[in-house]
């Protein structure tokens, strides 16, 4: 087999051929009904406005620019991941091969139950959360997006896979540190919520062993028991596979591609909502879609949930003085004290109160949506932090009422607009389009020494898809890049391929300074805008 340790230029992917006139026009024609589709929603959203701050405006719009600009850097990284096996064993032409990869990232995104965007919120100050729309909340923003797509930039130029959402959740610790560092009184609202994040970074951590172990011990099962010496072996100039081989890496392809809008798709999409919310609350503080029966429904709801409550209170039914500030010391300590139910019971009546009056969301007067919203939030915050670490024994009724409650709560709040969700899918396709051939290059040639065989692609995305529909369930956010580039060392590491170390020190270097480097560059970032803003 051809050593690969100096790639010749037969080796090469595609993608030096002139560009499919087809792919171009259709991946226009997509583009441009996507971008009328997004500018037309939110256009007919922002009509609702009243407001003539024209910086309000601004803002949004810089803040909108920066949150795609990092999706659009993420396709430069994790789609060009799914689209490399079918690029260099030839069974897509390349300029096909990213068009067929955005279009079932697009379908993922749609699909998508956004419990990952709302787990990638989560990690942040709870502090910050409530104050998105002050200068705390830009400079929070603005900080961990700069910082993350600035790192992903470094590591793409070079040629290095890098995980987004390894950058991302280091930008969002970063922000969190700096923040509680800048706080006049150090509240556990003020800084990372360390439970959360520690179980979001054992999902990064285990994800690229995951890929390596499974990827490699696949191969040597398809070995053992399919023995069709076609499958495991070389592209031979530059021809497609057989159609039943080429079938199966398409295939791997489009769900790799599919896992990848699901869960990737969704961490831009988190913190768009946080910036809508925090510019034009009046449209996006409360979900317009729940209607006037499901309003009554939330009300009832509520009174079940604070009878359930008020049977676990052992005599203490009087709420604190300050019902949100110890809530807040609750989610941020997982220590439930005598006062924290009644203070929970008596922010369900507060939210009952505000909004019993309204036949919609949507008719809830624009000085309320904020508050509103944040007394939702902290409700279902809490209810979050009680199951998670078990802290009340529950009888079934009860606690079947108070899951219903907290679902009723993060339909109210926890929410994602259509025009949201295509505005990321164009912008991880466009991304892709753009900067695919850097990442390619590394995962087709670079990782081992010989070419990757048409069992060796086939066997790396499927672990990577199955890896990442499993984190998808669980709404825990894994990389794409560090799945699929261990799978691809685990199937040459199988087949004795041999291993290129210099490139796999590279990706290890990388991945070992990404949290560092993107804390300490958006910790740095957030005690800038700060001061600036």
């Not at 029966?293 to 676990?312: C, D, G, K, N, P």
């Not at 009723?408 to 994602?416: G, N, P, S, V, Y």
């Amino acid at each position: 087999m051809t050593s690969m340790s100096a790639p010749a230029a037969t080796l090469r992917p595609k993608g030096a051929r002139r560009q499919s006139r087809i792919s171009i026009v259709a991946f226009m024609a997509v583009l441009a009904s996507g971008a009328a589709y997004v500018a037309w929603r939110l256009a007919t959203d922002l009509s609702q406005v009243r407001s003539t701050y024209v910086f309000e405006f601004v803002l949004l719009g810089l803040a909108l620019a920066i949150a795609l600009g990092f999706e659009f850097v993420n396709g430069f990284h994790d789609t060009a991941n799914a689209v490399a096996t079918v690029i260099y064993t030839n069974s897509l032409e390349p300029n096909f091969a990213v068009i067929w990869s955005g279009v079932w990232n697009l379908i993922g995104v749609l699909t998508s139950s956004g419990a990952v965007a709302f787990g990638i919120i989560s990690l942040l100050p709870v502090e910050l959360i409530l104050q998105v729309g002050t200068k705390a909340g830009y400079a929070m923003v603005f900080a961990l997006l700069a910082a993350a797509i600035t790192w992903n930039l470094g590591t793409w130029y070079f040629g290095i896979p890098n995980s987004s959402s390894h950058t991302l959740i280091g930008s969002i610790i970063g922000v969190g540190l700096m923040n509680q560092l800048m706080a006049p009184q150090h509240t556990g609202t003020s800084g990372v919520d360390w439970s959360q994040a520690t179980g979001v970074l054992k999902s990064l951590v285990l994800s690229p062993i995951v890929g390596f172990i499974s990827s490699g011990l696949l191969l040597l099962i398809l070995k053992r028991f399919i023995p069709a010496p076609k499958l495991y072996s070389q592209p031979q100039n530059q021809e497609p596979p057989p159609f039943w081989i080429r079938g199966l890496l398409v295939t791997t392809c489009t769900g790799v591609s599919f896992a990848h809008g699901s869960n990737d798709g969704q961490k831009g999409m988190g913190l768009i909502m946080l910036i809508l919310v925090g510019t034009v609350p009046t449209v996006y503080a409360l979900n317009h879609a729940v209607g006037d029966s499901e309003l009554r429904s939330f009300v009832a709801v509520s009174e079940t949930t604070q009878r359930a409550l008020a049977t676990y209170e052992n005599g203490q039914i009087t709420a604190p003085a300050d019902s949100k500030r110890e809530i807040e010391r609750f989610i941020a300590s997982g220590k439930l004290l005598p006062a924290t139910l009644p203070a929970l019971r008596a922010n369900i009546e507060s939210v009952k109160k505000q909004v019993e009056s309204y036949p919609t969301l949507a008719r809830i007067p624009t000085e309320l949506t904020g508050n509103v919203r944040n007394d939702m939030y902290l409700a279902s915050e809490a209810f979050r932090v009680i199951d998670k670490h078990k802290l009340m024994s529950f009888r079934d009724s009860d606690r079947a009422a108070i899951a219903n409650y907290k679902h009723e709560l993060d339909r109210a709040t926890k929410f994602i607009p259509v025009w949201v969700k295509v505005a990321v899918a164009l912008a991880l396709g466009l991304g892709t389009m753009v900067g695919w051939k850097r990442i390619v290059v590394t995962v087709g040639e670079r990782i081992g020494k010989q070419h990757l065989t048409y069992a060796q692609g086939a066997v790396s995305e499927a672990v990577a898809m199955a890896t990442i529909l499993g984190a998808d369930g669980f709404g825990m956010p894994v990389s794409t890049t560090h799945v699929l580039t261990s799978g691809v060392a685990g199937t040459m590491a199988a087949n004795q391929s041999g291993l290129q170390w210099s490139t796999l020190r590279n990706i290890a270097l990388a991945w070992v300074l990404t949290l560092p480097v993107s804390i300490a560059l958006s910790g740095s970032l957030f005690w800038l805008f700060r001061r600036v803003l």
